[in-house]
């Protein structure tokens, strides 16, 4: 069975720092890009960050640049999302995803799109208060 379990949120004040692990089990997932979406209240989810198989390549959602970090480490099936100076408007819940195995990052254009992961996390709740 795979799955894909975040962690690290929490109720937090504004500018400190959250690091979110979203860890997978079930497949090997180092040949797959691996996203970050995000549900605020009330709102669609959206796109946050994403990252190639490898890790060499992200790309962030133009809100987030320069405040948040994805990252992985495939040995342990884990990527994480870095989230420095964070806002009130950051309160959402977080979720991991995976696209296909194998399938090339070729480009961000894809991959902010959720049709384009088969597998999602069941989310973690970031709180920003002001």
């Known amino acids: 069975q795979v799955q894909l379990i975040e962690s690290g949120g929490g109720l937090v004040q504004a500018g400190v720092s959250l690091r979110l692990s979203c860890t997978a089990s079930?497949?090997?997932?180092?040949?797959?890009?691996m996203g970050w979406f995000r549900q605020a209240p009330e709102k669609e989810r959206e796109f946050a960050a994403v990252?190639?198989?490898?890790?060499?390549?992200?790309y962030y959602t133009d809100s987030v640049k320069g405040r948040f970090t994805m990252s992985r480490d495939n040995a342990k099936n884990t990527v994480y999302l870095q989230m420095n100076s964070l806002k009130p408007e950051d309160t959402a819940v977080y979720y991991c995803a995976a696209g296909p195995p194998g399938t090339p990052y070729y480009g961000s254009r894809s991959w902010i799109q959720e049709q384009s992961y088969d597998y999602w996390g069941q989310g973690t709740q970031v709180t920003v208060s002001s």
């Open positions: 990252i190639s198989s490898s890790g060499s390549i992200t």
């Open positions: 079930g497949r090997t997932f180092s040949t797959s890009v």
